[in-house]
């Protein structure tokens, strides 16, 4: 079952940050925290992991707070190929993936 | 990361009937996941599948409506037996990858049920 907690909708103006925010207050010391996205009804596609440090790549940043119940994923300049909904994942005891409801972000041109 | 090839992309099948989707990577993988997107929702995890065992469904799938075969590392196949309209949705395969990345998604197939 989904361990995650994430808004429904967000909007972001292009070229700005967009900050989705994720809710994981069960997470266990040793689970990583994963973001995905989907852009309409493709495979889900990496963005970003990170365990307790925050972690930056090509593609997003990834805050995590210090007691680790919390995280966000920040698109530095929004695109609007950026338009997908973004999944927050913190994998089940059995190395399985358990998504939940997502947030679906819109970037307004 | 693996790179999944996923048959059939899309298909449209009377009630009734039985789809076999298969899921081939181009990687040895001992993990194996099958996944259902209906209409406008979020994926759900159907069954994991390791070679050489019984696959592992989770709590609202059965095998007798999802059999799964898992015959080497390589591959899987997931089928959709006596479908109904309500069986209409995305259904995706998903592997581990080994550099602690998450997994790899396949495009999925889009199975749509007259």
């Known amino acids: 079952d989904a361990k995650t907690t994430q808004p429904t909708s967000m909007d972001c103006a292009e070229g700005r940050a967009a900050n989705l925010p994720c809710n994981h207050s069960?997470?266990?010391?040793?689970?990583?925290v994963y973001w995905y996205r989907q852009i309409h009804s493709q495979g889900p596609q990496y963005i970003i992991h990170?365990?307790?440090n925050n972690e930056t790549n090509e593609m997003a940043s990834l805050i995590i707070t210090e007691d680790r119940k919390s995280s966000t994923l920040i698109l530095p300049h929004a695109t609007l190929r950026d338009t997908a909904v973004y999944y927050c994942?913190?994998?089940?005891?059995?190395?399985?993936?358990?998504f939940g409801t997502g947030t679906s972000l819109t970037v307004i041109p | 990361s693996a790179v999944i090839s996923q048959k059939p992309s899309r298909d449209i099948c009377q009630r009734g009937t039985s789809l076999t989707i298969q899921c081939q990577v181009d990687?040895?993988?001992?993990?194996m996941f099958w996944y259902r997107q209906q209409p406008g929702q979020s994926l759900t995890l159907i069954a994991t599948?390791?070679?050489?065992?019984?696959?592992?469904?989770e709590s609202g799938f059965v095998i007798d409506k999802f059999p799964i075969s898992r015959p080497n590392l390589t591959f899987s196949t997931l089928t959709v037996s006596n479908m109904s309209p309500e069986d209409s949705s995305i259904y995706l395969c998903?592997?581990?990858?080994?550099?602690?990345?998450?997994?790899?998604f396949g495009s999925g197939t889009r199975l749509t049920v007259v």
């Open positions: 599948a390791n070679q050489g065992s019984e696959a592992t469904y």
């Open positions: 990170g365990l307790k």
């Open positions: 990687s040895q993988v001992t993990m």
């Open positions: 998903s592997v581990e990858t080994y550099n602690n990345y998450g997994y790899t």
């Open positions: 069960t997470i266990s010391g040793n689970e990583y």
């Open positions: 994942i913190v994998m089940g005891k059995g190395n399985q993936f358990y």
